[in-house]
Nanobody, 116 residues
Framework: QVQLVESGGGLVQAGGSLRLSCAAS????????IGWYRQAPGKQRELVAS????????NYADSVKGRFTISRDNAKNTVYLQMNVLRPEDTAVYYC?????????WGQGTQVTVSS
């Protein structure tokens, strides 16, 4: 059974930082690309950051470039999203997604709330 479990969300003041984690099980984690997505109330889910299986290439949405960093530890089957200089508009449920070999898996999400 494949599981992606996000953690690390919470309430933080604007300008603060959070580090999200996504722990995977049931897949050969090192062979999957991982994306962090977010969905704010009333808005579509959007891609925030992604990282390829080896970790050598990352991509970011323009809105988070320079503030967020995605990384992975394949030995721990975990992907991280370091979020700095958080803004109220970063408030959303954050999801991790694993994709590869025609399969897509989603986690249950973790809430991030940034107060002004």
């Amino acid at each position: 059974q494949v599981q992606l479990v996000e953690s690390g969300g919470g309430l933080v003041q604007a300008g603060g930082s959070l580090r999200l984690s996504c722990a995977a099980s049931g897949i050969t984690f090192s062979m999957y690309g991982i994306g962090w997505y977010r969905q704010a109330p009333g808005k579509q889910r959007e891609l925030v950051a992604s990282i390829i299986s080896s970790g050598g290439t990352t991509n970011y949405a323009d809105s988070v470039k320079g503030r967020f960093t995605i990384s992975r530890d394949n030995a721990k089957n975990t992907v991280y999203l370091q979020m700095n200089v958080l803004r109220p508009e970063d408030t959303a449920v954050y999801y991790c997604r694993a994709g590869g070999f025609g399969f897509v898996y989603w986690g249950q999400g973790t809430q991030v709330t940034v107060s002004s």
